[in-house]
């Protein structure tokens, strides 16, 4: 059980164009979702956090207007890399949890997605 | 500053052996800690979690520890495998289920 799934795990694109990542949590519902990126032998680092139904809660130093988040239902969420440039080159991952609930303090994380930006 | 400190160099182990990773922090006061498992180019897998009012949990072979004096979480892995080799995360919730994360500490057993 709680198996999350990320599409695409890799993806090479140009710069300019925009890039979207979707996250779905298969067999629970997610009530917080949460966007991670992570650079080689770093830490995760928090990107934002979204509830279903409104909108994400950003990090400091996380542009919202770059990095699109939507919830729309308590089993899919969506990042979008708009106008990509080969700084946004990274690993993304998402997670989600049932928070609120008890156990809902684990997240449960997708494998991630490989992003390069040419 | 807040800080989460994990050692950053690998730990390398015999088959069989116990592995200790350490994770300590400051700055915090932690509701829970967890221990998340990471492969290369993988997402991290949920281990265990531990409460501020728990001072051991076990789940088969891992033990984890939590000693909120000292700020200091260990987490062993008894009879160690080659496929226990990854890099293993320590995460502080301090609540409202925001969590943060150690950098980690890879983790290579050899046969």
């Known amino acids: 059980g709680a198996v999350v799934s990320q599409h695409p795990s890799r993806v090479i694109c140009k710069s300019g164009t925009s890039v979207k990542i979707e996250c779905r949590s298969l067999?629970?519902?997610?009530?917080?979702m949460f966007w991670y990126r992570q650079f080689p032998k770093k830490s995760l680092m928090l990107m934002a956090t979204?509830?279903?139904?409104?909108?994400?809660?950003?990090e400091q130093g996380v542009e919202k207007d770059k990095f699109l988040i939507n919830h729309a239902s308590l089993t899919l969420s969506t990042l979008t890399v708009t106008s990509a440039h080969p700084e946004d080159s990274s690993f993304y991952i998402c997670?989600?949890?049932?928070?609120?609930?008890?156990?809902?303090?684990?997240?449960?994380f997708g494998p991630g997605t490989r992003l390069l930006v040419l | 500053s807040q800080k989460i400190e994990q050692n950053s160099e690998a730990l390398n182990i015999q088959e069989g052996k116990t592995a200790t990773l350490t994770c300590n922090y400051t700055?915090?006061?932690?509701?829970?800690l967890q221990w998340y498992r990471q492969d290369p180019g993988r997402g991290p897998v949920f281990l265990l979690l531990?409460?501020?009012?728990?001072k051991e949990k076990r789940k088969e072979r891992l033990k984890v520890t939590f000693d909120t004096t000292l700020k200091q979480s260990l987490f062993h892995i008894t009879a160690s495998q080659p496929a226990d080799s990854a890099t293993y995360l320590c995460a502080l919730s301090t609540g409202g289920f925001k969590t943060i994360f150690g950098a980690g500490t890879r983790l290579f057993v050899k046969a």
């Open positions: 700055n915090y006061s932690p509701a829970y």
């Open positions: 067999d629970f519902q997610a009530t917080t």
């Open positions: 979204s509830n279903e139904g409104s909108k994400a809660t950003y």
């Open positions: 997670s989600a949890s049932t928070s609120g609930t008890r156990g809902g303090e684990t997240q449960y």
């Open positions: 531990i409460r501020e009012n728990e």
